[in-house]
């Protein structure tokens, strides 16, 4: 089942990097980073150890990669969070970490963050050289100015002009913004196993496309205890979304006609090492 193979990951991923941060002490930026990186659905950890596990690489390697991808995801939070950004003042159920602490501690924290993923990525125990280095540059590009970082800037841009996105000029936005943070995770199992990157580079950006259209639904649909965040924030700003130029409907068949298209491509290589699940849509 995909919800018990996810509930393990994340408590698996957990372990790790509360293991990995003991080192850090205990100060105000210790602490906070642990505080941000807690809790959450790992599903960017989770991928990691899936396309691992069609590599046959053992989780206990797996999880360094797994465990920079959330440290990374978390950085990118606790800064989009901040007043300058979208000002939220609750993340998964908790303040944020400009409101439990300040702005300033909110920033280094986040910084943090972002250094630790690479530090982890550098361990020996992830593998050779080759590998680490490979792990390390992709990471950057997919997290940097070609990446995410890119899609929070278009994303700030697009609402400073106070436009309407056209469907594929937001595709592109959240294909930087999220997608190349779900489709990361998903490649870092083939540099790890030495395997062919393709089939998976293909999945992933259909399931961070679908992930991001779930997400413009919740911001609808949802309950903000639920998600642990404040809702239907993007209605209204006035943001162009999935949701705002496709309506309800059609945004959800989309999403489920991305998740069960791509999810076949993937049979050929999960008969050659069946991973515990891969995510599909129910």
Same mark, same amino acid.
């Given at each position: ?44 950890? $989770?991928?990691? +150890? ?5 590599? *046959?690489?053992?989780?206990?390697? #797996? %999880?360094? =990669?797994?465990? !920079? &991808? ?47 993923? $690479?530090?982890? +990525? ?5 593998? *050779?050289?080759?590998?680490?280095? #490979? %792990?390390? =540059?992709?990471? !950057? &590009? ?63 950006? #259909? ?76």
């Amino acid at each position: 089942m995909f919800e018990t193979a996810l509930i393990n990951a994340q408590t698996r991923i957990g372990d790790f990097l509360t293991d990995q941060m003991k080192r850090l002490g205990d100060d105000n930026i210790a602490q906070g980073m642990r505080y941000a990186s807690a809790g959450g659905k790992r599903l960017r950890g $989770f991928l990691v +150890l899936e396309s691992a596990s069609l590599f *046959n690489v053992p989780p206990a390697q #797996a %999880l360094y =990669a797994a465990g !920079a &991808v959330e440290c990374l995801h978390a950085y990118s939070l606790v800064h989009d969070d901040l007043p300058c950004m979208d000002n939220d003042d609750v993340r998964r159920g908790q303040p944020t970490i400009h409101v439990k602490w300040d702005e300033g501690t909110a920033v280094l924290v986040g910084d943090a963050l972002q250094a630790f993923a $690479f530090e982890l +990525l550098a361990d020996p125990a992830v593998g *050779n050289a080759d590998q680490r280095v #490979a %792990l390390v =540059a992709s990471l !950057a &590009v997919a997290s940097g100015a070609q990446g995410m970082v890119l899609g929070q800037a278009q994303d700030i841009a697009a609402e400073t002009a106070g436009r309407t996105l056209t469907l594929e000029e937001i595709t592109k936005l959240q294909a930087n913004k999220t997608g190349r943070l779900i489709e990361w995770p998903a490649l870092a199992g083939a540099i790890l196993g030495g395997g062919d990157p393709a089939p998976l580079r293909t999945y992933a950006r #259909a399931i961070g496309l679908a992930f991001q259209i779930a997400d413009d639904i919740l911001d609808i649909e949802g309950d903000a205890a639920t998600a642990g965040k404040a809702l239907r924030k993007d209605a209204e700003a006035g943001k162009a979304t999935f949701v705002s130029v496709l309506g309800l409907v059609d945004a959800k068949a989309w999403a489920n006609t991305l998740l069960r298209t791509h999810v076949r491509r993937l049979r050929p290589m999960a008969k050659r090492r069946r991973p515990s699940t891969i995510w599909r849509p129910t």
